[in-house]
């Protein structure tokens, strides 16, 4: 979403102080893009770089939360409506060890070789698990603060 709309990805960036564009947001898009696609077909360091990723958003999540940095998004999903929560922290800390843990079992891309039907389970699962942390990070907020004002 950062390539398609990256203002809220600038606008966090700006208030939390941090060099900002619509340039440099689509930029860092990019990156996630492309070390997404080397870590899944091709492994090895890019799956270090891609927990880089995770434990920088994390960092950058904590320091919004504990500074109280007025961010209505975290600039995530270039959503205006997702702001950083502790929810946002977990996953990243998670998928920064769980990046960790493949880099150095050497375990890592998806096995191209696969039958057809055991690739399209895996890709499809996949993108299952990649929309539940979507909806995760953007939704599950949105309950939990509707179900604690009742």
């Known amino acids: 979403m ?3 709309d990256p203002e809220p990805t600038t606008g966090a960036m700006s208030v939390a102080h941090l060099p900002s564009s619509n340039t440099l947001s689509r930029l860092l898009g990019l990156v996630e893009i492309g070390v997404t696609i080397a870590a899944l077909a091709i492994a090895g360091p890019s799956v270090l770089l891609a927990a880089g990723l995770y434990a920088a958003f994390t960092v950058f999540t904590v320091v919004a939360i504990v500074s109280h940095i007025p961010l209505q998004s975290c600039g995530c999903f270039g959503k205006e409506d997702t702001p950083p929560t502790a929810i ?3 996953f990243n ?7 960790l843990f493949v880099f150095f ?6 096995d191209w070789t696969l039958p057809t039907l055991e690739l399209f389970l895996y890709l ?3 993108v299952i698990g990649v929309y539940t942390a979507y909806l995760l990070m953007t939704r ?3 309950v939990l603060e509707l179900t604690s004002s009742r």
Do not use: C, D, E, S
């Open 105 to 110: 079992t050497g375990r890592g891309a998806i």
């Open 2 to 4: 950062k390539l398609v």
């Open 88 to 90: 946002h922290v977990t």
């Open 93 to 99: 800390v998670v998928a920064a060890m769980a990046l």
């Open 140 to 142: 599950l907020p949105q």
């Open 124 to 126: 499809g699962f996949t």
